[in-house]
């Protein structure tokens, strides 16, 4: 019973995680402003780290942790480099 609750709920993860990505990646495109789009790379990059979260849950590796700060660290910084870029360019 447990293994069916488990997979359903793994199944269910792994297609909100798509979902929110494809959405992501179309306000991406379509965003009217600049701040719109860095916004949603920074939701794209959390993202990531939601499907490298999830990788370590199925696979049972630790190893994907270390992914997971990886992007994490890497998505804040791109965030705070992209609004100090709009900051200084609206000048």
Do not use: Q, W
């Not at 860095?38 to 270390?66: E, K, Y």
């Amino acid at each position: 019973m447990m293994e069916i609750f488990y997979t359903v709920t793994i199944n269910i993860s792994k297609l909100l995680l798509f979902l929110s990505m494809v959405l992501v990646c179309i306000r991406i495109v379509r965003g009217p402003h600049v701040g719109d789009r860095v916004v949603a790379l920074d939701m794209l990059s959390m993202l990531g780290v939601g499907v490298a979260a999830l990788a370590a849950i199925v696979s049972g590796s630790m190893a994907f942790i270390d992914v997971v700060l990886g992007i994490a660290l890497i998505g804040f910084l791109a965030t705070v480099a992209f609004a100090i870029f709009i900051v200084r360019g609206s000048k």
